[in-house]
């Protein structure tokens, strides 16, 4: 494929993960982390942030794992483990970084790194990409759009949320129930997006 | 998936009793409803919520996962004597890959449909908390047979409450359970395209959520 | 020795390589098999879209014996399709299909027959969308509208109507409700069917 055939194609991908398949709100993945922390504003901008980048740069180096190590060696069923191990040691390596080099920021990121490890969002974001086929490019584009998509249901749970802690809300649906509710209406809205591709 | 709270509060409450019949009885009490990870924490719903707009593919996932958890606490339990401290989050992590994997070669293997219909789901089993969970938090530190018990209720709580989001889903969605057509819902019914969309997931679940915990308090108020 | 700090080192690898060989020998066993159904899924849809009887119940060997008996291709010198054969002449072209769908990739074939013109069926074997709304294209009430339409010339040979529209020769209905999977769909086919028409050209594929 030519060059801006394919840039096209990753400016489609990256709209289509933000929006119309919101990783959050279509598949579901990044749910706890998404209901625990969704309660505050900062919170929540900072852990989106760190998924963003996390999601970017592992689905790019789980890209390049599988490309040229698993599938040559044909072991494609271990993706899974190498994965986590490729998301567990990256996690882990820009922790230090950043504590070593820039100790504001690790102040305000550091502490949502290590649950990131464990978010689902990120191993399925690199399961999709692999079971796609996308390119290289095309993989940017869905990792990076994956992340903002994360982020952007987060932060708008968060605002909602906010707003609605002096409202009454039945007693079984508090929590977890209630934010369910606003997660399906806002699923909703983003459904209306799919009209636009 | 976070494994660090849960962990804890699921240590708290885990039956610590050495009698085995009842301890037996405690694990399935717990598993299924007092502790039941998705009703009452809400925790692991990740990778399985997305398949629930088929009863079939529910019931192929649940199995999965409950098979998984049961093995990978027998497991981590079997090597509790061996592993050293420090790396025992890993060592879990390859466990419970390791059965993950099996899984999705025996899928791709003899049932190459069921396998497209999952599609990444099976593989995201691994970070589901709910097994890292009960491994951290009652497996390490208990003998073989309990923990297997424990995972295997563990996964049966989980598979009851999503099986009961996957019912009404297809019934109300598309007139059937199990693709078999039903009675009414295929004839009569103007059906809810909603419900196999993902926010039918989402309204099911909070309103199962609300019905459980309404009756769970109401057992509570009375047993006090 | 479970004070040494090689200790957990060589623990881990002693793991990993266990339950790595596992795996391993599991995967090398039914690597064939998984091979198999991936290529069946493939030549049942060709062959179902070139409307060839298949024993009900088919395994995948079966089918797999009946495509190698009938079948050959993907050929470029007819666009990439895949040809059926009957007496030694071409009986009907299998064109791939392969778009983005409402939720994920839509794959499949349509079958044309020698004529170039009448269509002998459609077929698809993956396909992620909505179960019981835009995944009823791969049931036999959307699907049997195919066989038998005569593709346009021009940008559109085959164009998917609202529900209750009148149908021309070249026109099937929409799904009910799945108008998404429905416009997607017909962009698929059309992009297909213009791709064959175009590689046909340049091939020099008038002999068929």
């Not at chain 2, 926010?199 to 109401?218: H, K, V």
């Not at chain 3, 002449?89 to 349509?110: C, N, Q, S």
């Not at chain 3, 009430?141 to 346009?152: E, L, N």
């Amino acid at each position: 494929m030519n060059w801006t055939g394919e840039l096209w194609q990753m400016l489609v991908v990256c709209f289509a993960a933000v929006f119309t398949g919101n990783i959050l709100l279509t598949t579901f993945l990044g749910m706890c982390p998404f209901l625990a922390v969704s309660r505050q504003v900062k919170a929540s901008v900072g852990l989106g942030f760190a998924v963003v980048f996390v999601m970017t740069c592992t689905t790019v180096l789980n890209w390049l794992a599988y490309r040229y190590v698993l599938v040559p060696l044909d072991l494609e069923f271990f993706r899974f483990i190498l994965f986590i191990i490729i998301i567990a040691t990256f996690v882990q390596f820009v922790e230090m970084v950043l504590e070593r080099y820039s100790p504001a920021l690790y102040q305000s990121l550091g502490i949502f790194l290590p649950l990131i490890t464990v978010n689902c969002a990120i191993l399925g974001a690199s399961l999709f990409m692999v079971i796609r086929g996308y390119t290289f490019l095309v993989t940017l584009g869905y990792g990076f759009g994956s992340g903002v998509g994360w982020m952007l249901a987060i932060v708008a749970m968060a605002g909602i949320r906010q707003n609605m802690s002096m409202e009454r809300v039945p007693k079984g649906l508090q929590g977890p129930g209630i934010a369910l509710i606003i997660a399906g209406l806002m699923a909703l809205g983003f459904i209306g997006f799919t009209g636009v591709l | 998936m976070m494994s660090a709270d849960p962990a804890r509060e699921m240590t708290a409450s885990a039956p610590k009793g050495p009698k085995k019949e009842s301890a037996l009885g405690r694990a399935a009490i717990e598993g299924l409803w007092n502790n039941n990870p998705v009703f009452r924490q809400v925790l692991g719903i990740c990778s399985t919520l997305a398949v629930t707009n088929l009863v079939l593919n529910t019931a192929v996932m649940c199995l999965a996962l409950t098979g998984t958890t049961a093995l990978s606490c027998l497991t981590v339990s079997l090597l509790r004597e061996w592993t050293p401290h420090r790396v025992r989050m890993m060592v879990q992590t390859l466990i419970i890959a390791f059965y993950v994997i099996l899984v999705d070669i025996a899928l791709k293997a003899y049932w190459p449909d069921m396998s497209r219909n999952l599609g990444p789901y099976v593989g995201l089993i691994i970070t589901n908390c709910i097994i890292m969970g009960r491994c951290e938090a009652f497996a390490r530190s208990n003998p073989p047979v309990p923990s297997f018990f424990d995972g295997l209720f563990c996964g049966l709580g989980y598979s009851f409450v999503l099986l009961l989001v996957a019912v009404p889903r297809e019934l109300l969605g598309m007139g059937s359970i199990l693709g078999i057509p039903m009675p009414y819902f295929s004839t009569g019914w103007d059906k809810w395209i909603i419900m196999v969309m993902p926010p039918g997931a989402f309204f099911t679940l909070a309103c199962l959520i609300w019905a459980l915990r309404a009756f769970q308090a109401r057992g509570e108020e009375e047993s006090a | 020795m479970r004070d040494k700090p090689w200790y957990p080192v060589l623990y881990m690898f002693v793991m990993t390589a266990f339950f790595s060989s596992i795996l391993i020998g599991l995967a090398r066993f039914t690597r064939d098999r998984v091979e198999l159904n991936e290529r069946s899924a493939v030549e049942r849809a060709v062959l179902e879209c070139l409307a060839v009887e298949l024993p009900a119940r088919a395994s995948s060997l079966e089918v797999h014996r009946v495509f190698l008996d009938r079948v050959s291709g993907p050929v470029p010198a007819y666009g990439g399709a895949y040809v059926l054969r009957e007496g030694g002449k071409v009986a009907a072209y299998a064109v791939p299909l392969d778009g983005k769908g409402y939720w994920d990739r839509i794959k499949g074939f349509i079958g044309i027959a020698s004529d170039k013109r009448t269509v002998t069926g459609i077929s698809f074997y993956e396909q992620k969308e909505t179960p019981g709304l835009g995944a009823e294209i791969v049931q036999p009430p959307f699907r049997s509208q195919f066989t038998g339409k005569r593709i346009a010339d021009g940008r559109s040979p085959i164009g998917i109507m609202p529900v209750g529209a009148a149908l021309g020769p070249s026109k099937v209905h929409a799904v009910t409700g799945a108008t998404q999977t429905s416009t997607r769909l017909e962009k698929i086919i059309n992009d297909g069917l213009l791709r064959w028409r175009s590689d046909l050209a340049s091939a020099g594929g008038g002999q068929g």
